[in-house]
Every structure is written in structure tokens, then in C-alpha cells.
């Protein structure tokens, strides 16, 4: 045994993402969830206060999702999807296409926001190869957006500070500002004038296959919101110049921002729509790129080189499929979950935290809550309260996991009023300890 084999016989042997690993505290070992709830090895509960990385709309352990795994299970775990289909992707493909914008008409499967991104990409640059227009090879993004963290999604959201590492690695693309909004702001109006105006400067360069956005809201860039009337200013610059507006809704889809999808919400409607996290219920890794016929068309053609290859070993997986027909049944059986959770936000944002003398940029949509902490420090993800407020918050029994100096609530959609609450009022304890 070596002395570097001998040094981690008694550690785990697993990398965490997001870790630096010689400094983190060992991770904490989750033996069951249920609802909101989390139970740790060591007995404790812990509110899940952001879905678990924003999937589990449903909830921990929903017997819904359950059963529907476990029915599966027994007839097709798996099959080839290249030749090949079965009813659970058949099923979760018409229902998807009942809820999203009418534009859309085709539906490609793979297994995570960053694939659903990847395949995008691929198929944008494609789309114009296809119809003769080869000079279409840059994509424009938000400052802030965040599409992935394979080399492809990394340079569709290259403003991201992690992965300066990588920039080598990545292809050349332009970014535009995102107008970040929050409640009082009267700026609004003129910082999304002079995100269109760079943006209608790009785009009369031409070049461009397509312009990525994470619609209403910015996740991993810190929760930043913008408004609808934005988002419809900008598809009306996407067809004014002809350039596809392709939408991440990874994390925004399946209820998040009070309406199924973004796009919805905004009277939008992209030429491809990216989906994942959420579409399962957090049970299975499964993701989709949803098209227009346009786009479609330009790849049924009789040249084999023309088609679209691209594909994953678990492409249309039955288990990820069927329990992902079950998670959006949920959805439509009670809509009140999502539609009705900001109204409870503003309701204890107003009760507990609105004046707050630490806090600034308050901000809400649909199921998600944000603000900025005040503190000395430049404000962004390596801001260096996040691990204190982190730190404090799971000492209280509650998973928030701040970004940076960002504060932000996403919880599952079965999370009682009085759950709620009670992040709010822990919130507030822990602000009135910095």
C-alpha cells in the first residue's frame, strides 16, 4: 500500500461536486426523506428548503412517484431508444407538448439540464448548416446565466466565474447584460433598453445561430429575475433578425415560477426549450430539448449527413419516463401548489424580513424567494458569508444553501404555511447574528 493509499483508507472515497475537498467538512449522511423533511444518520431533521439542488418539486419519497417507478420496473427498466420506442416516452412526450408553447412540436430525450443544453447547441449550429446559411456559428448569452457545466453548456454561460479554469476549452461566443430587477427598482426600464440596445448591436453583425437565456430568472447566477415584458422585447428582436431563441428552463420549468413554464408565464415562445430537474419529480436523471417544426424540417431529409446524431445510453429511459408522466399528473391535479406559493412568500417576506437592515434587493417569482445579504465583501458567489450563513442555517435544522451573498428559498411544492414560515422566521434569527 503506497503512503497517498494508506493516507485514505479511512476517508471516503467519493469527489463531491462543488467541493473543495481538502478544506469541507465531511458531508452530512442522509438515511431517509419524506415531504420537506431530510434524516440524518445522526438522528437529526433538516428542512429542505431548495428541493435538493431544485428537483424534488413533489417532495422526499412521494408515493405517487413510488409506485409509478415500481409498476415500470416490472415491465421495461431500459431499452435502446435508436429504433426503438415505448409507451412511457410516447405519453410524457404528448404531455409535454400539451402544456408548452403550440410552436413547439418535436422532442428530444437525454438525462440532464446540461445534455438538454448540449444537444441545443448542437442542433442550432446544425439547423443553419442544414439549410446552407454555414456562416451561423456564434451563440450570444446573459452576463449571469448559467447553462451547464459540460464544455458546450460552460460556453453558452461563459460569464460564470468557475470555470476561468476552463476557458481555453471553450468556444468564443458574445454576452449581452441581463437587466436585474427586484421589488422598488426604478431603474428597470432603462437597464432592459440598454440590454436590447447591445443587444440589437450584436445582431446586426449577424453570424449568429441562436440566443440563450434562462427566461425570468437566473439560477446559479444568483436568483436574478427580469421581467416578462423583457423576455417578449426580446423574441421580437430573435424573429425581427431571424436568430433562434432557445430558452433554459432546467430549473424555471414545472411550476417553479407560478405558471407550468417560464414561457407560459411570459406569453413567449422559444424555438427550442431546454427541461430537466423538475420533470421528474427528482426521482430519475431524465432531460429534453423541445423544437420547433422548422427546426425539425431542416433535418427530415433524404441526405444521411443531414440528420441529427446525437444521442445517450439512456436516452428515453422508461423508469425516468414513467415517473415523469406521474410528476406532471401531480401538476395538473392541484395547481395550487405552485400558483399559489407567492403569496405566501410576500406574505412572511413582508412579516419578517422586508426592512431588514442586512438585507437589500428582496425579490420573488412564483415558488422562488431571493435576496442579497449585505456585507463588506463583493457581492457574488464566492462572497465568503455563504459557508457561515450555511453553517448556521443547518445548526437550526434547515437546508438553505446560499449562493454567494445571495439568500434564496425554492422548497418543494408539499411544504406546509407553517414550514414556510418557520425558514422565515430562521432567517431572521440568523441575520440578527451577523
Known sequence: MTANQEHNSSISPIWQPFTQMKTAAPPLKVIRGKGSMLELADGRQILDCISSWWVTVHGHSHPVLAEALYEQAQKLEH???????????????????????ASLTRIFFSDNGSTAVEVALKMAFQYWRNLGETN?????????????????????????LWWESFAPLMF??????????????????SKEAASLEKLEFLLKQGGYAGIFIEPLVQGAGGMRMCRPEFLQDLAQLARQFNVLLIYDEVMTGFGRTGELFASVKSGTSPDILCLSKGLSGGCLPIAVTMASEDIYQAFWRDESDKAFYHGHSYTGNPLACAVSVASLELLEQNP????????????????????????ERIRTCGTIAAMDVKTESVSGYFNDIAPVLKARFLEAGFLLRPLGNT???????????????????VIRQVLDTL
Open 407 to 425: 439568500l434564496y428559498l425554492m422548497p418543494p411544492y408539499c411544504i406546509s404555511p407553517d414550514e414556510l414560515e418557520s425558514i422565515y422566521r
Open 172 to 189: 468564443a461566443g458574445d454576452v449581452v447584460p441581463f437587466p436585474a430587477t427586484f421589488d422598488g427598482d426604478e431603474e428597470v426600464e
Open 136 to 160: 451561423r456559428t456564434s451563440f450570444i448569452s446573459f452576463e449571469g446565466g448559467y447553462h451547464g457545466d459540460t464544455v458546450g453548456a460552460m460556453s453558452a454561460g461563459r460569464s460564470s
Open 336 to 359: 395550487n401548489v405552485y400558483q399559489g406559493m407567492e403569496k405566501l412568500h410576500r406574505q412572511y417576506l413582508n412579516q419578517w424580513l422586508r426592512n431588514h437592515p442586512k438585507l
Open 79 to 101: 431499452v435502446i431508444f435508436a429504433g426503438f420506442t415505448h409507451e412511457p416516452a410516447q405519453k410524457l412526450a404528448s404531455k409535454l407538448l400539451t402544456h408548452t408553447p
